[in-house]
């Protein structure tokens, strides 16, 4: 990629730009610039100053205006499967019933500071690895610890994220009782061809049953996640699973762009000629088209360039409330939160995890310093991700528009958004680009602007 001239005589590159092509949404950009929007480089604190620094602030009660959100971490799952790069441990029942009463010791412990009491959290996520693999008892006794030990708004958002294999009633009846109100299941693809290659365990009819049930029952909100690119995907059963998702009857849907990251067992097997390469960025492209255009007809409500909603009960608030940078506690092993601005990611291995609780000290790899320019970030970040950016979502919007005028008119030019009154709507190709348009904004803020 080279570089462009914009009207003001700036000349901007094309990793921020993109290039002219008469296909935007496949070309505009070679690939995509990271798997979420970046929060920039931050300067980093380790060992005693680090736990020193979040004590201070976690004996302080919070005076944050932001949200906040609670994100429980439960590393462990059945199967590896080919495409993920989440999976940490296999699941083996000891395990976690030990990883369990360490994960109720911690909660209970986090949920003391004066910084936990201080104001009651919109949005807790327990996600994996696949929390759905705990029994019916532990479901139960985490929703309730949750509710007994945190302050939660009236219309917090308490989702369980995991899979349909063997999530069987007496679990999901245990799961609403506790209090969880909204369910993410990753379903990947109904195509039974595509699923058996990338190891999910059960057949389309199943998935299909399965989410009629639980949608059915009424008693909570059903979201799935579905990935596009995998091996043995084609136009015609992508367009088929998008049927799928209809006739499931779930409340929400995201669509994700497969990446294949080195580690997985879909990268080894390429690597080894085994799979097929997954389809190429421009293709994947056309397949976030056909998403779009399928939810539009089929009049889906667009939460974010990613996420589709066919019911107003699905808000999908945890990740939407993670792009607006909200306050996040977490908990578990390899959980990463976000306290008062300073970043934070929990020791991934469960010794060092286990060995941080029963020594009440914190274990987290490091601690990263509040970034100068978080809020600008995370306000281009989230507005990407809705896909509009307003002036007057900013603070000094309208200095801020004004001084990125070159980098709207490049993108205008290049097909990936259309501006009117202090705002630049993403387009189509835009919304598939989202990411990199939102790098590419605080890049461009960074290195052009005075803000
Ligand atoms: C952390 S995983 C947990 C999902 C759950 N354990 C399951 O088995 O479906 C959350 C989501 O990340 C997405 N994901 C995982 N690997 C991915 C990849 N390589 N590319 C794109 N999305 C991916 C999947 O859609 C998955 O549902
Ligand atoms: S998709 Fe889910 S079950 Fe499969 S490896 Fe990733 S986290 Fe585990």
Same mark, same amino acid.
């Given at each position: 990629m080279s570089s462009t001239t914009c009207s003001s005589n700036i000349v901007l590159p094309e990793i921020m730009t993109?290039?002219?092509? *008469?296909?935007?949404?496949?070309?505009?950009?070679?690939?995509? /610039?990271?798997?979420?929007a970046k929060h920039g480089q931050r300067k980093t604190l380790t060992g005693d100053e680090a736990h020193r620094e979040l004590r201070k602030h976690l004996d302080t009660p919070a005076t944050s205006l932001r949200p906040r959100a609670i994100y429980i971490h439960v590393p462990f799952c059945r199967v590896r499967c080919s495409f993920c790069n989440f999976f940490q441990y296999a699941s083996s029942q000891q395990m976690m019933d030990d990883y369990f009463k360490? @994960?109720?010791?911690?909660?209970?412990?986090k949920s003391q500071y004066a910084w936990s009491q201080a104001k009651p959290f919109d949005a807790v996520y327990v996600g994996g690895g696949t929390p759905t693999d705990l029994t019916a008892e532990q479901l139960l006794r985490l929703g309730k610890l949750i509710r007994r030990y945190f302050s939660l708004t009236t219309l917090c958002e308490?989702? @369980?994220e995991g899979r349909l294999n063997r999530f069987t009633?007496? %679990?999901?009846?245990? &799961?609403?009782?506790?209090?969880?109100?909204?369910?993410?299941?990753?379903?990947?693809?109904?195509?039974s061809t595509v699923r058996k290659a990338a190891k999910r365990l059960d057949k389309r009819e199943y998935i299909l049953e399965r989410l009629h049930q639980l949608t059915d029952s009424g008693s909570a909100t059903i979201a799935i996640d579905l990935i596009y690119g995998l091996p043995h995907q084609t136009p015609e059963n992508w367009q088929q699973d998008?049927?799928?998702?209809?006739?499931?009857?779930?409340?929400?849907v995201d669509l994700y762009q497969l990446l294949t990251f080195g580690g997985s067992g879909l990268q080894r097997n390429i690597d080894a000629g085994r799979a097929n390469v997954p389809l190429s960025t421009s293709d994947k492209a056309l397949m976030y088209q056909q998403g779009h255009q399928f939810f539009k007809e089929k009049a889906f409500s667009q939460l974010s360039y990613c996420h589709w909603a066919s019911h107003p009960r699905e808000q999908s608030r945890y990740n939407s409330l993670a792009k607006q940078g909200a306050e996040i506690l977490p908990i578990g092993a390899g959980a990463g939160g976000n306290i008062n601005g300073y970043g934070l990611m929990q020791a991934?291995? $469960?010794?060092?995890w286990r060995t941080g609780i029963e020594h009440n000290h914190w274990s987290f790899e490091q601690l990263s310093l *509040? &970034? &100068?320019n978080a809020e600008l970030t995370a306000a281009i970040t989230s507005a990407?991700?809705?896909?509009? $950016?307003? &002036?007057?979502?900013?603070?000094?919007?309208?200095?801020?528009? %004004?001084?990125?005028? *070159?980098?709207?008119?490049?993108? %205008?030019?290049?097909?990936?958004?259309? /501006?009117?009154?202090?705002?630049?709507? @993403?387009?189509?190709?835009?919304?598939?680009?989202?990411?990199?348009?939102?790098?590419?904004?605080?890049? =461009?803020?960074?290195? =052009?602007?005075?803000?």
């Open positions: 993109g290039q002219a092509s *008469p296909s935007p949404l496949q070309f505009a950009f070679t690939q995509k /610039t990271a798997a979420h360490l @994960l109720e010791q911690e909660l209970i412990a308490i989702t @369980l009633d007496d %679990k999901f009846q245990a &799961a609403l009782d506790g209090g969880f109100n909204r369910f993410s299941f990753g379903v990947q693809s109904f195509n998008l049927q799928d998702v209809v006739s499931s009857g779930v409340h929400g991934r291995n $469960i010794d060092s *509040p &970034a &100068a990407c991700d809705r896909g509009v $950016i307003k &002036a007057s979502a900013f603070t000094n919007g309208q200095t801020l528009f %004004k001084q990125c005028q *070159p980098l709207f008119e490049a993108w %205008k030019r290049n097909g990936l958004v259309s /501006t009117a009154d202090d705002q630049v709507k @993403l387009s189509l190709a835009g919304q598939f680009w989202s990411v990199n348009l939102a790098n590419a904004m605080s890049s =461009y803020i960074q290195q =052009y602007t005075s803000i």
